[in-house]
């Protein structure tokens, strides 16, 4: 039998004989709509797919090919879709702005429309690009070009050993958070070597790095977090102005990028639409594009003109733990990389780095091994409906991504605040149900974020404080503390967000919440 995987997310729907499944965002929907209304169809829904449906089943004259690369001219937008009709056993299937994915199997072959749904059925792939149609059936896949020449695609093997199971862990999410460690083994390992990072693929000379007066960091949500502290990264190890911008933002206001511009785009999946956008603009402007991806091969690796792979394997879990930090991980070592070229970073602070960055594997490890405590505070705390998460410096982005967690798991309104902006009108939202995260990590801004605790807790806010361990100031203003290992302050945030991920994790649980697949929630979002 040949198959379709079925992504999170997809759409099917039936009509005359064609079954149809779908995934994305058709952009000329009315002038199809009233095309189709012309030609006598009833449109019962406001669904793109329905008239995928339509469009096929009008062009249809006994080649479902054919059909399909008519449709394909037709539709506008990022799609895939796959079809089939009654009478013959094959799977058509073809995409647009979109990932489309053969997986090849034993007498058997499958359709998917992202590269992880195929990993549990098989890791032998290849993939499809825009306007490509294929033709699967069980023992043979035809691949052709939007003109109708047939195309020999080139095979690869996924090399992820991620098992697509949850092993002795009751969800992903917990799974993902404790593989930490092991996934800073894996991405520390091989790239550095008597003190000097290397990056597989990345091969710079002082020229190129020379060249980019300024950085862009374009990114959407965890992956946008993760951008902010990047800011602060190669602000501090390159010595160039660095702008950070939501994906869905950047290309819409005519950004200021151009030949002396290195674009760091940012994404997990690879595949998320606003970035991918932002990635084209940034080219079309002449700028040089970098990928921090996790994902092999996705569209958004392709398409850069250089990459950097977070090696977190497959996160299944919608709401994104490993894969952050693992990207932070990825953003310093990008960061000393660029600088020991350029020579803007000294020997014995990149040494100093180093060092504290070979700790994490060991002091993430400790973090997860206090796990209890965070079940009893989420037994504290998990009725809350609302909740800040507050922190300056390198705290402020780990409080938005705090937020983010809890908001999206445990569906708890959570708002992440630079400690000293809160003062500045969503102070009047405290009351005594209100729970406040508060980020004492940072020293050098820690007197100020206490006085901006302080202000909470006289307002009645309930006190979660995290801090260095040691730190018996906050101990006296917090209702709860939760104390991390003591490290250098520069890579703390790859360690900081680790108790927020169980946080979220331990409340969402309380709260009977599904928390591998959060409601109205995707894992990438193909759409703009
Ligand atoms: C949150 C989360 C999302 C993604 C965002 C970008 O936990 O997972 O906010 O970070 O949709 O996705 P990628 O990184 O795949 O581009």
């Known amino acids: 039998m040949n198959g379709i995987v079925e992504c999170k997310g997809l759409e099917k729907f039936e009509h005359r004989g064609f079954k149809v499944l779908y995934k994305g965002s058709i952009e000329n929907k009315q002038e199809l709509r009233d095309w189709l209304l012309e030609e006598g169809y009833t449109l019962n829904g406001e669904k793109d797919i329905e008239l995928v449906a339509y469009i096929i089943d009008y062009l249809y004259n006994g080649n479902l090919t054919e059909a399909t690369r008519k449709a394909q001219r037709k539709i506008k937008g990022s799609y895939g879709f796959a079809i089939t009709n009654a009478s013959k056993a094959e799977v058509v299937a073809t995409s647009n702005n979109h990932p489309l994915v053969i ?7 499958f359709i998917a429309f992202d590269l992880s749904s195929l990993l549990s059925y098989t ?10 149609i294929c033709i699967l059936t069980p023992e043979n896949i035809v691949i052709v070009s939007p003109t109708g020449e047939v195309i020999n695609k080139e095979e690869f093997q996924v090399s992820w050993d991620g098992t697509m199971d949850k092993g002795k862990f009751e969800h992903f999410m917990l799974k993902e958070i404790y593989e930490q460690p092991d996934g800073f083994k894996t991405n520390l390992s091989g790239r550095i070597k008597n003190n000097k990072v290397k990056i597989e693929g990345l091969e710079l000379t002082l020229e190129i790095v020379k060249s980019w007066k300024k950085i862009a960091i374009v990114a959407c949500g965890t992956s946008y977090h993760a951008g902010l502290i990047g800011k602060g990264v190669f602000e501090n190890l390159l010595h160039i102005p660095v702008e950070v911008e939501i994906a869905s933002e950047f290309s819409y206001r005519a950004p200021l990028v151009d030949e002396e511009t290195l674009v760091i785009v940012i994404s997990q999946s690879g595949e998320t639409a606003d970035t ?17 991806t996790n994902t092999l091969n996705s569209t958004i690796n392709r398409e850069a003109d250089y990459g950097v792979y977070i090696w977190s394997g497959p996160e299944i879990a919608i709401a994104s733990t490993k894969a952050f930090t693992m990207m932070l991980l990825a953003e310093y070592l990008l960061g000393i990389y660029l600088g020991q070229i350029k020579g803007s970073i000294s020997e014995e602070k990149a040494n100093m780095l180093l060092e504290n960055i070979y700790k994490l594997p060991e002091t993430a490890s400790k973090i997860l091994a206090e796990a209890t405590q965070y079940q009893k505070i989420a037994e504290k705390y998990y009725q809350k409906e609302n909740a800040f998460f507050i922190g300056r410096g390198f705290d402020w982005p780990i409080s938005l991504e705090g937020a983010l967690k809890l908001k999206e798991t445990s569906y708890i ?95 969402s649980k309380a709260r009977g919440c599904s928390i591998d697949q959060p409601r109205n929630l995707v894992k990438s979002i193909v759409i703009e």
């Open 103 to 109: 997986g090849l199997g034993d007498k058997q072959n």
């Open 123 to 132: 890791k032998k792939c290849c993939l499809i690009n825009n306007g490509e």
């Open 276 to 292: 991918l956008v932002a990635l084209r603009e940034a080219k079309k402007k002449g700028a040089s594009v970098l990928a921090i």
């Open 413 to 507: 309104h959570a708002e992440g605040y630079a400690a000293g902006e809160f003062k500045h009108g969503s102070l009047a939202l405290v009351t005594e149900e209100t729970l406040m995260v508060a980020l004492c990590v940072q020293q050098s801004t820690y007197e100020k974020t206490l006085a901006n605790v302080k202000e909470c807790k006289a307002r009645g806010a309930q006190i979660l404080a995290l801090a260095l361990e040691g730190d018996k100031e906050v101990a006296k203003i917090a209702d709860d503390v939760i104390y991390i290992p003591r490290i250098n302050n520069f890579v703390a945030p790859i360690l900081t967000v680790i108790p927020l991920q169980l946080l979220a994790y331990y409340i």
